[in-house]
């Protein structure tokens, strides 16, 4: 899945989120990732372990009941929004 914040017809941030679905982890790509939170599709945050570097992150799903889940990131400044599945 790719998502993209627009700003005026200019993408100012894009994040890549695969594999989707997913078993096990999830790889986020993207720019300055300052920031990412997991939620339920009942708003609730949940626990999940990350490892980061400058251009991507991971996201380990394993604890993570079966289910949709929203990703939630900060790509320089700008919140982007996407949505992975945990088989």
Partial sequence: DLNI??????????????PNPTTRFVTIEGENITNISIFNLLGQEMNAEFNSSNDYSTV??????VGTYILKATINGNTVVSSFIKN
């Fill in 5 to 18: 914040v627009l700003c005026k017809n200019k993408i100012i941030s894009k994040i890549k989120c695969f």
């Fill in 60 to 65: 380990n799903c394993e604890n993570l009941p």
